[in-house]
Each structure stands twice: as structure tokens, then as C-alpha cells.
T-cell receptor
Framework: NAGVTQTPKFRVLKTGQSMTLLCAQD?????MYWYRQDPGMGLRLIHY???????AKGEVPDGYNVSRLKKQNFLLGLESAAPSQTSVYFC?????????????FGPGTRLTVL | AQSVTQPDIHITVSEGASLELRCNYS??????LFWYVQSPGQGLQLLLK??????LVQGIKGFEAEFKRSQSSFNLRKPSVHWSDAAEYFC????????????FGTGTRLTIIP
């Protein structure tokens, strides 16, 4: 049981390049989330999904797009990377059946935009 | 809107000493509250959570937290810290319909000295 996995673990981009971060969960969870973590700012929600085929904006969605074509996968895309998107990105999933369900986090992806 | 404040950015404690990390929240209804721990280079792991009932909650690794509605606080405690407790600690409050989202505090970094 791998839980929540993220690919890649590290990535360096040049300004203007695009990339996709992949999050996968094997717990059959309905809800999935993408956060970014910056020093002194905690975790901020970028986008989330409450089920296959659905997405919703979080606190800081600008510059990112997401897709949830399969229940187990949640993709985060950067169409034109900017230095301000240098951050550590965390994916999380949650069963979503009960309001008391817990979010489970992946190990993170460290992205540097030059 | 909900918010979480962790007033201490960095705390240093001697090994074997007691620990208290502060968390204050702002939320209109009864909050769902969480403490997560992040070891260096790792994802977030749930320590404990509070939804209702007994205001003293026990978690993993010997941690506990007490919900005090009158003070809007949910402080994390441990009677005797170990070197392995060095990490960053995040308090979070659940929000949205069915507790679908989390709002995180900015975190407290804990250093343990021998």
C-alpha cells in the first residue's frame, strides 16, 4: 500500500517552460488536493477535487491548472512557469465519506524555476 | 473566513523537557482541528485531530492537545521530548462543506538540544 505518491521528486525549470506534476493514490479516496509550501507561509491550497472529473479552485490557483480524469490521479500543470512558482508542492487525498476524514499527504515535489 | 495562528515561528527545547506549541484559530462554528508534523524533507503526518467530545485529545508519538473554546486555542503538548521530535509542526482547521478543506497555520519549527 503506497498511499499517496508524487512524481517527480525534484525538477528545475526555466521561466516560460511547462510541466505537469502527477499525484497518485491507491486508497480509493474521493477527494484530492494540491498545496504549495513556501517558507513562513505554511501550506496553501492551490486546487482540489471532490471526485473524478471535478476540480475546484483553492486559495492560490492562478498560474496552475489541474485535471482529475481518473479517480486515483490528480495532475497539476504549470503552463508557463514563473520564478514565483518556485516552491515545494504537496498532494493530499481524503476519503471524503465523512466530515471527520483525514487528509493524507504525499512526500512532496521540490520545484525550482530559474 | 477561517484562520489559524501559530505565534511561535521557532522553539528550542532541551531533550527530556516538556513542550507546548501554541495554536489559535478563528472559525464561526465548531471547528475541526488538526496537528500535523513534517520531518525534514518529508510530507506531513497527522499527529492528532479534534472534532467533538473530550477536549483533551491523545495522538501518536506521545503527543496530546487540548481544545479550549473560550480561548480559541488548540495547543499541542508533550511531557518529555526526544531528539526525533525535531521537526516542523502545523496546526490546521477544517473548513468548507463537510470539512472538505484545511486552512493551515504558518508552522512552528522545533529544535531539540541535547
Amino acid at each position: 500500500n503506497a498511499g499517496v505518491t508524487q512524481t517527480p521528486k525534484f525538477r528545475v525549470l526555466k521561466t516560460g517552460q511547462s510541466m505537469t506534476l502527477l499525484c497518485a493514490q491507491d486508497m480509493n479516496h474521493e477527494y484530492m488536493y494540491w498545496y504549495r509550501q513556501d517558507p513562513g507561509m505554511g501550506l496553501r491550497l492551490i486546487h482540489y477535487s471532490v471526485g473524478e472529473g471535478t476540480t475546484a479552485k483553492g486559495e492560490v490557483p492562478d498560474g496552475y491548472n489541474v485535471s482529475r480524469l481518473k479517480k486515483q490521479n490528480f495532475l497539476l500543470g504549470l503552463e508557463s512557469a514563473a520564478p514565483s512558482q518556485t516552491s515545494v508542492y504537496f498532494c493530499a487525498s481524503r476519503a471524503g465519506l465523512l466530515s471527520t476524514d483525514t487528509q493524507y499527504f504525499g512526500p512532496g515535489t521540490r520545484l525550482t524555476v530559474l | 473566513a477561517q484562520s489559524v495562528t501559530q505565534p511561535d515561528i521557532h522553539i528550542t527545547v532541551s531533550e527530556g523537557a516538556s513542550l507546548e506549541l501554541r495554536c489559535n484559530y478563528s472559525y464561526g462554528a465548531t471547528p475541526y482541528l488538526f496537528w500535523y508534523v513534517q520531518s525534514p524533507g518529508q510530507g506531513l503526518q497527522l499527529l492528532l485531530k479534534y472534532f467533538s467530545g473530550d477536549t483533551l485529545v491523545q495522538g501518536i508519538k506521545g503527543f496530546e492537545a487540548e481544545f479550549k473554546r473560550s480561548q480559541s486555542s488548540f495547543n499541542l503538548r508533550k511531557p518529555s521530548v526526544h531528539w526525533s521530535d525535531a521537526a516542523e509542526y502545523f496546526c490546521a482547521v477544517g473548513a468548507g462543506f463537510g470539512n472538505e478543506k484545511l486552512t493551515f497555520g504558518t508552522g512552528t519549527r522545533l529544535t531539540i538540544i541535547p
